[in-house]
C-alpha cells in the first residue's frame, strides 16, 4: 500500500508540474496564446453555425410532414411559401 501511495504522489507531482509548465509555454507566448484562442474561437463558431443549419433542416423537415394536418397545416404551408419566395 505504501508503494502505491508513493506512486500516486510521484504522479501527482509531475502533473502539478506539467500543469504549471503548460501554463507557462501557452500565457508566455503571445502569439501561441493568440493563435491558439483564434483557432479555438473558428472551430466554436464554425460548430454553432453547422449545428444550428442541422437543426433549422430537421425542423423544416419535420414541418413539412405536418402540411396535410387540417388545422395547422395551412399555417405550415404558408411558412413554407414565404421561405421559397425568399428563395
Known amino acids: 500500500m505504501k508503494k502505491l501511495d508513493s506512486r500516486l ?3 501527482n507531482r509531475f502533473l502539478e508540474q506539467a500543469e504549471f509548465k503548460d501554463i507557462l509555454e501557452n500565457y508566455g507566448n503571445t502569439r501561441k ?10 472551430a466554436r463558431g464554425l460548430g454553432m ?4 443549419a442541422l437543426i433549422i ?9 405536418f ?3 387540417p388545422i395547422i397545416g395551412q399555417y405550415i404551408a404558408d411558412l413554407q411559401s ?4 425568399y428563395k
Not at 425542423?59 to 413539412?64: E, K, N, P, R, T
Not at 414565404?82 to 419566395?85: G, L
Open 82 to 85: 414565404y421561405i421559397d419566395a
Open 57 to 65: 433542416a430537421l425542423a423544416g423537415w419535420l414541418l413539412s410532414m
Open 49 to 52: 453555425t453547422l449545428g444550428t
Open 9 to 11: 504522489e510521484t504522479l
Open 33 to 42: 496564446r493568440l493563435f491558439s484562442n483564434f483557432t479555438a474561437g473558428i
Open 67 to 69: 402540411i396535410d394536418m
